[in-house]
């Protein structure tokens, strides 16, 4: 254990909150430089970080920074922050070497000859993504799990949510948590925040079930500034039915067609690169084609290699919802927050003592819209360099007078949490998905500033778990709505049209 216990609270020199490949990375950095680190993470398993559930890969350069760079920034629409994008492309093979290949020792797909199977995805204009079968989230967590559980000064911390974050003029001290019902205090020197994506806002999403926005909405709460929350990114192609999963882009990178109702191929009438263009295009391209033939199909009959021995994670996951044959219905599926709390390029936040790194953090290297395969080299990258910026302030732990969270009534009606968090989704379901309308994203508003007000009611009488991250959610969706409200300009993900109902015919979301 790292963590030093004094009575009734816990000091550590770097607190991490989250175990994606971020908060790994940072973790690891931090105790590489002689830091004693604690990290917290609700999950209980692997695959309740967002990282696990990553199919596709992690991009490296080749050795040609420039050309990743040129793709990042187009499938942006010309929006992603060039300084970032050259911090992401400076350190990109150098990081991957180091953690993944040299201390992970991650066996990555090769070809007969045992070179890297290096495959391509949507908008890449080259073949550079690493990759173990269609499910490299998996094989990189779990080990890179494994290893920081080992590692003498690094504590992690199962089953445990950071509920407030700390803070003493203008400085954050580290995070109260779900330990006891009094919030019990750690204190830190430094706070690096990697919690991941905002999935359980949404019916539909590849997201693990408890991606509430955490991180950025206690960030905000505290003061935090956040960026670009507009920019939410829906895949083109999860499976559409009961229980949707993932079907990466590089089953398209290798050969895989989208085809409409119709059986007609159609990308190539929506963008130059056909079913290889940004995942902004594709997803809407998707779904105008499922609203005018009534099903999209990813057809899998046209892959260089047989689709069951190529890719048998996916293969199982679609005969276990009974298909068998080479057309797999898709439709658009939330899937990753372009923006987040606003960070520089060693994941500082505003905040002192405060960083964010990973899904929740905005670096500036995704802009509008993000390419595909480039954030789990994101989190590592930004990992490692707040990991080493952190341990490195020589900022003791300094135990300050936190909140008391004790509660007076520990009652609370019974599916509070559930009923409010279904209106949640629905409103941003029907009014901040695909597309949005300047009148509908000003009823969505409305909506979710009433549930928050609900929300807080009750939170100030009871701490629950549940309760906080419907907090949470409900705090980010509303910045979200803020966000899309101030920008009337379609750009990526955030495309903007006139709502063609009238107001007596457009339905409103449930309110009850």
Known sequence: MT?????????????????GIAGCAAALQAAREGAEVLLLTKATKPDGASTDWAQGGISTTRGEPESLKADIIAASDGTADPDAVDVLVENADDAVEDVLLETLEIEFDETDDGEFDYTREAAHSD???????????????????????AHDRIEVRQDTAALELITHEGRVHGVLSDEDPTGNPIFAGTTILATGGIGALYTRSTNPD???????????????????????????????????????EALRGEGAILRNGDGERFMD???????????????????????????????????????????????????????????????????FLCGGIDVDEHGRTSLDRLYAVGECSRTGVHGANRLASTSLLEGLVWGLRAGEDAAGLDADPEPVEAPDLRNSDPDLPERFAAEKSIRLKRTMDEYLGLERDPDEIARASAVLRRLKGEVDAYIRTRTARDLYELRNASVTALLIARAASENAESTGCHYVVEDSRDDSTAEQPADD
């Open 269 to 335: 009438d929506y963008h130059s690169q056909g079913d290889l263009a940004p995942r902004d295009v594709v997803a809407r391209a998707v779904e105008t084609e499922r609203e005018a033939t009534g099903e999209v199909v990813l057809d899998v009959s046209t892959l260089e290699g047989a689709f069951a021995e190529e890719y048998p994670a996916i293969a199982e996951k679609c005969r276990d919802r009974g298909i068998d044959g080479d057309e797999i219905p898709v439709a658009p599926c939330e899937h």
């Open 3 to 19: 963590a030093t216990h004094d009575h009734d609270h816990e000091i550590a020199d770097v607190l991490v909150v989250g175990s």
């Open 127 to 149: 073949y550079r993504i690493l990759h173990v079968d269609a499910a490299t989230g998996t094989h990189i967590l779990r080990p890179f799990l494994n290893h920081i559980d």
């Open 210 to 248: 408890d991606a509430t926005g955490d991180g950025i909405a206690m960030a905000a709460l505290a003061g935090a500034d956040v960026a670009d929350l507009e920019y939410v990114q829906f895949h083109p192609t999860a499976y559409d039915g009961a229980d949707p999963f993932l079907l990466s």
